[in-house]
Nanobody, 124 residues
Framework: QVQLVESGGGLVQAGGSLRLSCAAS????????RGWFRQAPGKEREFVAA????????DYANSVKGRFTISRDNAKNTVFLQMNSLKPEDTAVYYC?????????????????WGQGTQVTVSS
């Protein structure tokens, strides 16, 4: 049974940092792109960042570019999201996902496996 488990969320003041982790179990995903999405109350789930299987290819939403960094450790089947200079508008539930398409994608439809999410709250 495939499981993606996010951790590292919490409450932080504006300007602070958090590091999210997403550990996969049940199968290895070292050959697949992985992504982070987020969903704020009353809003659609939106793309945040994605990384290719080797880690050499990354993509970021304009809203987080320069503040967030996605990385992965294939030996640990884990992907990370380092979030710096957090803003209140970053408040959301953050989800990690795995894509079997083979390419880095911003589309939710290209992702096949999803975690349960971790809450990130940024206070002003």
């Amino acid at each position: 049974q495939v499981q993606l488990v996010e951790s590292g969320g919490g409450l932080v003041q504006a300007g602070g940092s958090l590091r999210l982790s997403c550990a996969a179990s049940g199968r290895t995903f070292r050959n697949y792109p992985r992504g982070w999405f987020r969903q704020a109350p009353g809003k659609e789930r939106e793309f945040v960042a994605a990384i290719g299987w080797s880690g050499s290819s990354t993509d970021y939403a304009n809203s987080v570019k320069g503040r967030f960094t996605i990385s992965r450790d294939n030996a640990k089947n884990t992907v990370f999201l380092q979030m710096n200079s957090l803003k209140p508008e970053d408040t959301a539930v953050y989800y990690c996902a795995v894509s079997r398409t083979g390419w880095v994608s911003r589309s939710k439809g290209d992702y096949d496996y999803w975690g349960q999410g971790t809450q990130v709250t940024v206070s002003s």
